[in-house]
C-alpha cells in the first residue's frame, strides 16, 4: 500500500512573517468550558448560549441593549483624571491612566450618554471595569454627580450600571470623597421624584457597593453576579469561617434581601423601562 500524501520535500521551513495566525477573538470559551463563536455571542447579548453565563460587558455594548438603534448622546465624553498627590508605587499613576487610556480607548472608567430608550430619553451612566478595574476616582465621581443633575435638570429617569472593584488607590482619600458625593446628588434626584434604577453587573465591590450601586429605587443584578463589599478571599481571613456555597452571588443577595430582581440580559431593557413605568404610575410601555 503507498500513502497518499508523500512529502516531496524535506525540511520544509517557513518564514515567520509568511506564517498565518488564527485570528483572535473568534471564538469565546465561558468558565464551564463551552465554547461560542464570538459574533453568535454578540447576537445572543453577550451570553453564552449553552450555559447562560453572562459575560463580561462594557458600556459599548450595554449601550448598545439599551438604547433605541444604539442611538445615544455621550456627556462629559472628555473628562479626565489628574494626579493631584503625585502617586506613584511600581508605576506612576499619571503612566497607569495613559496606558489605561491608550489599551482601552477610554477616558476613564465611567460613560455617561443620553438617547432613548423604548422610545422615552434615559441617563445611563456605566461603568468599564477594563480600565483600571472599574475602579472609582475623582472622574468617575464627578461623571456621575453630573450625570444625576443632568436627569434632575431634564426630568429623565436615571439608570447606574456599576462594574467595579472599588475605590481607587491612586487617589486615597480623593476617591473615598465620591461615596459621599454621589450619595448626596442621589438624594437630589429622589426629591425631584426621578427614578433611579441601580444595576449591579459581575463584579460590584468595595466602596462602588457601600454607595450608589445599593440606593436605587429598584436595585437588580444579572446572574451570577459577585456582589458585595470585599471579596470571598478578604470575607474568610477576616471571620476565620467557611462561607455558604455561591457566598456574594447575586442569588445568595437576592434570597438575602439586597437586591430586588435579577434579569437576564436579554430582558434588561424590557425590564429597566417597566421598574421605571411602574415608580412613575404611569402605563406600561410594551
Not at 462629559?76 to 503625585?86: C, V
Not at 443633575?149 to 450600571?161: A, E, L, R, T
Not at 458585595?228 to 442569588?251: C, H, I, M, N, Y
Request: aromatic content about 8%; charged content about 30%.
Amino acid at each position: 500500500m503507498t500513502a497518499w500524501f508523500k512529502r516531496t520535500e524535506k525540511g520544509i521551513q517557513t518564514a515567520t512573517e509568511q506564517k498565518k495566525d488564527t485570528p483572535k477573538g473568534l471564538w469565546y470559551k465561558s468558565p464551564t468550558g463551552k465554547i461560542v463563536e464570538s459574533e453568535e455571542l454578540a447576537k445572543n447579548f453577550y451570553v453564552s448560549p449553552e450555559d447562560d453565563y453572562h459575560v463580561r460587558i462594557g458600556s459599548k455594548e450595554y449601550y448598545e441593549i439599551l438604547f433605541d438603534d444604539n442611538k445615544f448622546r455621550e456627556l462629559d465624553a472628555k473628562l479626565t483624571s489628574k494626579d493631584p498627590l503625585k502617586f506613584e508605587d511600581t508605576k506612576k499613576y499619571s503612566e497607569r491612566l495613559k496606558a489605561a487610556q491608550k489599551k482601552t480607548g477610554l477616558k476613564d472608567a465611567v460613560r455617561t450618554a443620553v438617547g432613548k430608550s423604548m422610545g422615552k430619553d434615559l441617563v445611563v451612566c456605566c461603568m468599564d471595569f477594563t480600565f483600571i478595574g472599574g475602579s472609582m476616582g475623582s472622574v468617575v465621581g464627578e461623571k456621575i454627580a453630573r450625570g444625576i443633575d443632568y436627569s434632575i435638570k431634564k426630568g429623565i429617569p436615571f439608570v447606574m450600571i456599576s462594574k467595579s472593584g472599588g475605590a481607587r488607590m491612586m487617589e486615597a482619600a480623593l476617591s473615598l470623597m465620591q461615596l459621599a458625593k454621589t450619595s448626596a446628588k442621589l438624594a437630589q434626584l429622589a426629591e425631584a421624584k426621578i427614578p433611579y434604577i441601580s444595576l449591579c453587573t459581575d463584579p460590584t465591590t468595595g466602596g462602588t457597593t457601600a454607595s450608589y450601586a445599593m440606593l436605587g429605587d429598584i436595585n437588580i443584578s444579572e446572574p451570577g453576579a459577585l456582589i458585595g463589599f470585599a471579596g470571598p478571599r478578604v470575607v474568610k481571613e477576616a471571620t476565620g469561617k467557611d462561607l455558604p456555597e455561591g457566598f456574594q452571588t447575586s442569588e445568595f443577595v437576592l434570597e438575602h434581601g439586597f437586591l430586588d430582581f435579577i434579569s437576564h440580559r436579554r430582558n434588561l431593557k424590557k425590564n429597566i423601562n417597566l421598574y421605571i413605568d411602574l415608580i412613575q404610575n404611569i402605563p406600561i410601555r410594551k
